[in-house]
């Protein structure tokens, strides 16, 4: 079974910087797809980034371009999510998840078959 985890959070100003990293143990197909996701009290999970395995493809939610960064280390299996400039709205709890099977596009948040537990980011103003 695939088991992800988070480390990374934190708590910094806005305009700070902060790296998440997911340890992902078991294989990592080709065409899966490794995802960011974040939740704040309130409000539904959203997806941050994604990024297909293999191909190196990503996709961003509109509101961290430019600002957020996800790669991943050349085994695969330990993906990142560079964030800089960070502001008040990022504070959430973030997820990674990888969704299995062979993906030409993103999927939705729905197909994601595995989650790690979460990190906490906050950002103060």
């Known amino acids: 079974q695939w088991q992800l985890v988070e480390s990374g959070g934190g708590s910094v100003q806005a305009g700070g910087s902060l790296r998440l990293s997911c340890a992902v143990s078991?294989?990592?197909?080709?065409?899966?797809?490794v995802g960011w996701f974040r939740q704040s009290p309130g409000k539904e999970r959203e997806e941050v980034a994604s990024?297909?395995?293999?191909?190196?493809?990503?996709h961003y939610a509109d509101d961290v371009k430019g600002r957020f960064t996800i790669g991943q280390n050349l085994t695969g299996r330990t993906v990142y999510l560079q964030m800089n400039s960070l502001k008040p709205e990022d504070t959430a709890m973030y997820y990674c998840?990888?969704?299995?099977?062979?993906?030409?596009?993103?999927?939705?948040?729905?197909?994601?078959?595995?989650w790690g537990q979460g990190t906490q980011v906050t950002v103060s103003s």
């Open positions: 998840a990888l969704a299995r099977g062979s993906w030409y596009s993103f999927p939705p948040l729905d197909k994601y078959n595995s």
């Open positions: 078991g294989y990592i197909a080709t065409r899966n797809c």
């Open positions: 990024l297909v395995n293999g191909i190196g493809t990503t």
